[in-house]
């Protein structure tokens, strides 16, 4: 059946042949400088073939397909030109074109592509997601990254495991949480420029792909423009100051090219108090082509990122403080010193060859990829809390007491708090020299770390059966090997400390010995070790005025935990290897085009696939045990979107509308809660959980003339949780006499009510107006008017459960939760709408056949303080605590928010020769 499917559309195709062949020719070079710009890229905007210019910038392209089209040139570092064009037969010689310098480019340099998790940990406001769009032209992705990103926006509601990031067709994204680590290369900017981005479910040569794209960075030397460029920026965002250099051989005669890099950026305080940046990064890539069929490249990448990191603010902290204040850090011995810090070393070595042939191209590559990523924090055992913002040290601790409101001492509270709302080293480090102590840490400063090693091996090929028909197989292994584990960094004057928890007084680590001190592992000890091996396979047509692809994969993945220390809460199952784990996926997805006119189409696409849970996802405490969660099942999507498309000399667009269920996810979260009867840190097991996206986006440009480009972008989405999920809660104390709350060590508490409540993925509708002026005397600026409106704070699971409403000690449902006040008291909160005004600028010159260009941004213009983010905390157990701790307007375990950066500015020189 196959067979026979094939042998039609090569039929089909072959119907083709009497039509007439138009010749396009032409040469492209740089304006000013008059030198050819190699591997230009030259496409039909209608067809799915891309061609490119030679070394000498010429091009020869054959259009088997009559009718009217835009042709389009682009290259990176260079503005990108149209042209309407009528295939007829007769040959078009277009000449030599002239593309400009585009220095509207460095404003990605600035984009701060960190993952969700930063993000969720470290108060960013740019999601991780919009990194995969840097590269993108189309005009709604291309505003989402650059002005929406500012308001934590994220396209289509997917968060960035959604999206692949490949270097040199090797995948980048981790087992943990599924998502591209963009630290690992941070700062390179400009041996990123050659970007490729496939937008949703289209069809990508390197992988079968995820549903919100996938970006391939080539880093090839072969590349790359020859020369040398360096570049000094300075802003007020998470660093203040940045240099650059990177120096490109091209191919020699010999078919030789290398190409390094390096750059630092730095900030004694990023925009946010207390957060510190050092960064400092590394590229060398070395490449050997024999001939212009093969070639052998050896890339290095090194790229080390230290930062302090910041806090989400309760409401009453936020105006108490304002939007710039972080509780992590105090002066100690006149310097700044914050108690979180992340620090990110994984360097990359890979080897890559390609084989490029008329009708054939083959690309194999193998990576390694090995460091650390450490999060340092405070420990405190049997000492009161450090943190300044504790609820105890806040005014609200006073006025929800539960034997009425203190008003005297909630004054003293708030004079207090304003008057040291930083850590004190000062006061820590007395604790630890209280000679009663004996010695022994009340307080101590460490890390969590995880040391990966990753190797990965990836092809892919694809051949041309035919000018309309292609086919194209690939697939990837990867094997990680993560040591995890708690170091010792700072016993801030003590001794030693003693590995113990603080709450049942069990050992950490039953065979080891007792007290440790500065350098030594405590606490947890692990190993996490995966695999997984994918393959694909595709095929793509085109027939009269249609076009066609469909992509198939099969997956395979395996975890296990093996653990290193024997914690005496989990004697049973502590130490050694777990159970394995594994997941056998398969994926389908395909797509149709429909041409009405060289200038307008139609395109739908549509995929169901499977996927593994996240490594973080599927071991419900791997600091302490091997337990996995029960019955976990492996998560199914299925997508759909239906586009439309304009191409216009004048006037390019899309609209699209898209519908996406993801089913059978499986969460975990951790924090410490109380019940009433007791208190203990818990893991929050989510399972079953089905989310929904859907909506409509669409983007606009408009040439009105030479000079000015207008812009218009929208989104109209509707994400919600699609499904009431299961939740069990499992504690730390399980097994021991201490645990007052569940002697087995978990409680089921059954269905939570979730189902339409919103997703807090950022603004679900955003809506931006443009405009641009280039002047011909090369100077040119634009400015975004930007609304973002629907923004939802994450909610708690546990506080809607029917265990929630019960009072703890009777097993009755709490008289005052009644429907309407469980409803009022419940309701999940809408965040404020924003409004963002951006402008951007530059000029550029030419001196000596050096290229000068200047950028400047400027975001927020206006000023404006909104919340970007936030989340119900679920500190209170239950429905009575939780009312009680509302009463006042001022709960002392009120939702917890992320707050945006107020005006910021960001400008760059770079000089090119």
Sequence with gaps: MRTTLLLAVIC???????????????????????????????????????????????????????????????????????????????????????????????????????????????????SGALGLLQSTKDVFLNRAAFDFGQAFFKVRGYDSRNGMVMINGIPM???????????????????????????????????????????????????????????????????????????????????????????RRWAHEGYVEGTLYDAYSFFGALEYQPNTKN?????????????????????????????????????????????REREIFEPIVMLNYGLQLDKFNWSVGVAHQFGTNTRSRLGYYNAPNPDPTYYRYLPSYFINSSIGADFINADL????????????????????????????????????????????????????????????????????????????????????????????????????????????????????????????????????????????????????????????????????????????????????TYFLTGRHWFTANAAKLDRSPVLQNIFINPRENNEVVPEIQKETIATIDVNYFMRLPSLIGRLSAFYTRVMNTTDINFFFVDSGLGSDFVQEVVTGLDRLHKGLEFGLEYEASSSVKVSAVGNWGHYVYASDPSVQINFDTAGTEEDLIAPEGNIDLGITKVKDLKLAQGPQRAFALGVEYRNPKYWWFGATANYLTHNYINISTIARTS??????ETGERFPDATDENVAKLLDQQKLEDIYLLNLIGGKSWLVNKKYISLFASVSNLFDGVFRTGGYEQSRNGNFGQMQQDNLSGSPSFGPKYWYSYGRTYFLNLAISF
């Design 803 to 808: 265990s929630f409403l019960l009072d703890p």
């Design 173 to 263: 994204n981790k087992f943990f949480d599924g998502r591209p680590q963009w630290n690992n290369w941070g700062g390179l900017n400009d041996v990123q420029r050659n970007q490729e981005y496939t937008n949703g479910l289209e069809m990508n040569p390197y992988t079968f792909g995820r549903i919100l794209g996938n970006t391939q960075i080539n880093v090839r030397p072969s590349a790359m423009r020859p020369g040398i460029r360096l570049s000094s920026s300075v802003s007020n965002r998470t660093y203040r100051r940045r240099v650059m250099g990177t120096y490109s051989s091209g191919l020699s005669k010999k078919g030789w090219a290398y190409t390094v890099s390096s750059s």
């Design 295 to 339: 070639s052998l490249a050896l890339t290095a990448i090194l790229a080390r990122n230290r930062r302090g990191r910041s806090a989400a603010l309760t409401e009453e902290v936020f105006d108490l403080m304002g939007n710039q204040y972080n509780p992590y850090w105090g002066i100690q011995d006149g310097e700044m010193r914050n108690s």
């Design 12 to 126: 089909c195709v072959n119907l083709q042949y009497g039509q007439q062949i138009t010749i396009i020719s032409g040469s492209v070079q740089a304006m000013g400088l008059n030198t050819p710009v190699k591997n230009a890229s030259i496409a039909i905007e209608t067809l799915s073939q891309t061609f490119f210019t030679d070394s000498n910038g010429h091009f020869k392209i054959h259009i088997f397909e009559n009718g009217e089209y835009v042709l389009a040139i682009s290259s990176p570092e260079f503005l990108p030109k149209r042209f309407a064009i009528i295939c007829d037969g007769e040959p078009i010689d277009l000449g030599t074109i002239f593309l400009e310098k585009d220095i509207s480019q460095e404003k990605s340099d600035n984009l701060i592509t960190l993952t969700d998790g930063d993000l969720l940990d470290d108060g960013e406001t740019v």
């Design 413 to 592: 509270a708030r004079e207090a708090f304003l008057k040291n709302p930083q850590l004190s080293w000062e006061q820590l480090y007395a604790a630890n020299l209280n000679p009663n102590e004996g010695g022994k840490t009340a307080y101590m400063l460490y890390n969590d770390v995880a040391e990966d090693n990753y190797t990965t091996v990836a092809s892919s090929l694809e051949y041309r059966l035919h000018e309309n028909v292609r086919l194209g197989f690939g697939g990837n292994f990867k094997t990680l090997s993560s040591e995890n584990f708690a170091k010792i960094l700072d016993v801030l004057g003590a001794d030693f400390h003693e590995d113990e928890d603080s709450f049942s007084n069990t050992l950490n680590d039953a065979h080891g010995k007792l007290q440790k001190t500065t350098g030594e592992k405590f606490n947890y000890h692990y190993l996490l070790n995966a695999s997984q091996f994918e393959a694909f396979g595709q095929l793509s047509t085109t027939f009269g005025k249609w076009s066609g692809f469909a992509s198939i994969s099969l997956s395979n993945f395996s975890a296990q935990r093996n653990g290193l220390f024997t914690n005496e809460r989990f004697m049973e199952n502590s130490f050694g290897k777990s159970k394995k784990v594994g997941f056998s996926n398969v994926g389908y997805k395909g797509g149709l």
